[in-house]
T-cell receptor, first 110, second 114 residues
Framework: KAGVTQTPRYLIKTRGQQVTLSCSPI?????VSWYQQTPGQGLQFLFE???????NKGNFPGRFSGRQFSNSRSEMNVSTLELGDSALYLC?????????FGPGTRLLVL | AQSVTQLDSQVPVFEEAPVELRCNYS??????LFWYVQYPNQGLQLLLK??????LVKGINGFEAEFNKSQTSFHLRKPSVHISDTAEYFC????????????FGTGTRLKVLA
């Protein structure tokens, strides 16, 4: 089975712009979670989608949003980018109780 | 609610020496436990997991972990490390029922020295 894929792998944006990241889960997995990883804050949970519904949400401002499509692919969007949004964004798909992570999208905000 | 504590933020160890990375958790409900490894500029890779049964769990790359319910610990061990084990290691828990929300520790950076 193919693993979790994330596109793009790298992004450079400027403050105020918006960005959309994509995640394709492992075939058959219906749950997709998103995390933000920074050197200062570590790994922080953003949200989880299951069968197109947001099931869990972390403590992030409304600028961070997501959605999931009927084929379980998920996107997350960050609007009005700030310098502090520079991070590695990780997507994980869950089969049963186990999460499997993608390689991440590294976002740099200038 | 659950929480995970990885007390050691960094662990230096010489090549071929044994290593133990500590993980303690707190939870009022039963949990599944996981260890993940992250190499530089990569995502997290599952090392091993404890779901039920034998408390000694073997994973990839020669790692193993032991679940100790009374001490609420899930320490990761390897008898002989290699330079290639240099990475960051994350412990995580998730409730056995409900929405499977994951709680991660802050990570332990393992540095293997030649």
């Amino acid at each position: 089975k193919a693993g979790v894929t994330q596109t793009p792998r790298y992004l450079i944006k400027t403050r105020g712009q918006q960005v959309t990241l994509s995640c394709s889960p492992i075939s058959g997995h219906r749950s997709v979670s998103w995390y933000q990883q920074t050197p200062g804050q570590g790994l922080q949970f953003l949200f989880e989608y299951f069968s197109e519904t947001q099931r869990n949400k972390g403590n992030f401002p409304g600028r961070f949003s997501g959605r999931q499509f009927s084929n379980s692919r998920s996107e997350m969007n960050v609007s009005t980018l700030e310098l502090g949004d520079s991070a590695l964004y990780l997507c994980a798909s869950r089969g049963g109780e186990t999460q499997y992570f993608g390689p991440g999208t590294r976002l740099l905000v200038l | 609610a659950q929480s995970v504590t990885q007390l050691d933020s960094q662990v230096p160890v010489f090549e071929e020496a044994p290593v133990e990375l500590r993980c303690n958790y707190s939870s009022s409900v039963s949990v599944y436990l996981f260890w993940y490894v992250q190499y530089p500029n990569q995502g997290l890779q599952l090392l091993l997991k404890y779901l039920s049964g034998s408390t000694l769990v073997k994973g990839i790359n020669g790692f193993e972990a032991e679940f100790n319910k009374s001490q609420t610990s899930f320490h990761l061990r390897k008898p002989s490390v290699h330079i290639s084990d240099t990475a960051e290691y994350f412990c995580a828990v998730t409730p056995t029922s409900g929405t499977y929300k994951y709680i991660f520790g802050t990570g332990t950076r393992l540095k293997v020295l030649a």
